[in-house]
Structure formats: C-alpha cells, structure tokens
C-alpha cells in the first residue's frame, strides 16, 4: 500500500483541507461549463432572480408570444439546462429556481428566455 496523501478530487468534486474542516465545490466544472456557452466573460450579480411582473406584458417570464422567433439548433438551450440541472441540484440548490423557470421554455425557446 502506498499513501498518496490528501484527496483532492473524487467523482467530479474537488476538495480542499483547511484547519477548521473540509471544503467541497465543483469551481473547475463550472469554469467549464461556462466557457462551454460562451457566458465566461460575464459579469455576476449578487441576485440572479428577476422579479416576475404583474403587467403580462412586461413579464420576462410570459408564455411565447406569436411573432417571436424560437432559437435555432445552433443555440445549445436544452444542454446548457442539463448542465445547469446538475449544478443546481448536486452543489448549488440556491440556482435551482432560475433553471427551472428556464426549463420551462425548453420547447420553444427565444432570445428573452
């Protein structure tokens, strides 16, 4: 047997040993995923939620209306759904929210969702 010291990555996740405890995050695999839809050089908000409206009209988040056009296959919505499904529900429930008011669009997505 031979000790290969601390573990610091295992099954995706990295870890990192600090004096009070342990730290799990997956930084690389949202790197990546991030760089994956272009959506690397963007800028963080310290609240992602958009506050939905009452006016239906400026609802960001209303049903596709008749004239808007629906996303082209060249625009990966439904895997960047996927990622974000994975990242929200195994390391980052506070996101959960948002993918699934995206997800519901997931059949004819437009350039507001």
């Keep these: 047997m031979k000790d290969l010291g601390k573990t ?3 099954l995706g996740l990295q870890i990192e040993h600090f004096p009070e405890g342990i730290f799990i995050h997956q930084s690389k695999y949202t790197d ?3 760089e994956k839809f272009y959506m690397d050089k963007s ?3 310290s609240t992602p939620i958009v506050v939905r409206s009452l006016e239906v009209d400026k609802d ?4 596709k209306e008749y004239n808007e056009d ?3 296959p060249e625009v990966p919505y439904l ?6 499904l994975y990242l929200a529900n195994c390391t980052r429930p506070d996101i959960a929210f948002s993918v699934n008011m995206l997800a519901c669009f997931s059949v004819a997505p437009t350039i507001r969702h």
């Design 60 to 63: 960001p988040y209303r049903p």
């Design 70 to 72: 629906i996303l082209g």
């Design 8 to 10: 610091k990555f295992c």
């Design 43 to 45: 800028h963080p908000l």
């Design 32 to 34: 990546k995923l991030l």
């Design 79 to 84: 895997s960047a759904i996927g990622a974000l």
